[in-house]
């Protein structure tokens, strides 16, 4: 499974680690975390926690 870690996501998203941490807080952002060094997001639950913020398309 691909999966994004902490850093990536701060390069990814052009956003600093706080912002990342807060995204997790107040925004529910997926992360997985085995010890305070070890966190990552699923490429899966994070396409999935982007598409929640999406507005649907009106035809």
């Known amino acids: 499974m691909e999966r994004y870690t902490m850093d990536e996501l701060t390069e ?5 680690t706080r912002t ?18 070890q966190r990552w997001v699923y490429k899966e639950d994070l396409e999935e926690w982007e598409n929640s913020f999406r507005e649907p398309v009106r035809g």
């Open 20 to 37: 990342i941490y807060n995204w997790i807080k107040e925004k529910g952002l997926p992360i997985t975390q085995i010890t305070p060094q």
């Open 12 to 16: 990814r998203y052009n956003v600093s």
